[in-house]
């Protein structure tokens, strides 16, 4: 529908011969926008239903309230219950297409610090889950990364590498390490 919309806004502006330059900017948007929530429906379906439910799932919609900021859009994406010892992780869900310089490009530091309180103030382990390459349902490359460890808005393979995961496989909950 997003790609419909563009479409429609460009032809709009060859009939009325104003300028169209701001359509790409709001279609990368959208696009960035289904990207991210296709996927966190990737990382869901990784999680065993037997096992895990989700306690908490921010849905990414501020602009449906009309510019109000809602505080709960800051926190992390996803809040997974373990089931069987009724313990709770969050995740954070980034899907990047490549690398920038050979590093990931995953945040800023108001994100790093409002997940890094988020922690704390909940005592809820945090991790930042990032697919790479390929496409968000079927990314080649997979990362689960305590925020502990993701540290920068831009993460060199020393970090990032440690903590790679086979992309199809379902996860696993220690009680302190996500898997």
């Given at each position: 529908m997003g790609l419909f919309k563009g479409i429609i806004r460009i032809l709009r502006g060859v009939e009325t011969g104003k300028s169209n330059d701001h359509v790409p900017e709001i279609d990368q948007?959208?696009?960035?926008?289904?990207?991210?929530?296709?996927?966190?429906?990737?990382?869901?379906?990784?999680?065993n239903k037997y096992y895990f439910s989700i306690y908490a799932w921010t849905p990414d919609n501020a602009d449906k309230y009309g510019g109000k900021w809602v505080e709960s859009n800051k926190n992390p994406d996803i809040v997974m219950r373990f089931k069987p010892r009724d313990e709770k992780f969050a995740i954070e869900c980034k899907f990047r297409s490549n690398l920038y310089d050979?590093?990931?490009?995953?945040?800023?530091d108001d994100q790093i610090r409002r997940?890094?309180?988020?922690?704390?103030?909940?005592?809820?382990?945090?991790?930042v889950?990032?697919?790479?390459g390929g496409i968000p349902s079927n990314p080649e490359r997979m990362f689960c990364i305590p925020i502990k460890e993701a540290k920068y808005p831009v993460l060199f393979p020393i970090i990032f590498e440690k903590f790679e995961r086979k992309p199809g496989n379902k996860f696993y909950w220690n009680g302190e390490v996500l898997e």
């Amino acid at each position: 529908m997003g790609l419909f919309k563009g479409i429609i806004r460009i032809l709009r502006g060859v009939e009325t011969g104003k300028s169209n330059d701001h359509v790409p900017e709001i279609d990368q948007k959208e696009e960035n926008l289904k990207k991210g929530h296709e996927f966190e429906n990737y990382v869901v379906e990784l999680f065993n239903k037997y096992y895990f439910s989700i306690y908490a799932w921010t849905p990414d919609n501020a602009d449906k309230y009309g510019g109000k900021w809602v505080e709960s859009n800051k926190n992390p994406d996803i809040v997974m219950r373990f089931k069987p010892r009724d313990e709770k992780f969050a995740i954070e869900c980034k899907f990047r297409s490549n690398l920038y310089d050979g590093n990931i490009n995953w945040s800023d530091d108001d994100q790093i610090r409002r997940y890094n309180r988020f922690e704390q103030e909940t005592s809820i382990p945090t991790f930042v889950v990032i697919g790479l390459g390929g496409i968000p349902s079927n990314p080649e490359r997979m990362f689960c990364i305590p925020i502990k460890e993701a540290k920068y808005p831009v993460l060199f393979p020393i970090i990032f590498e440690k903590f790679e995961r086979k992309p199809g496989n379902k996860f696993y909950w220690n009680g302190e390490v996500l898997e």
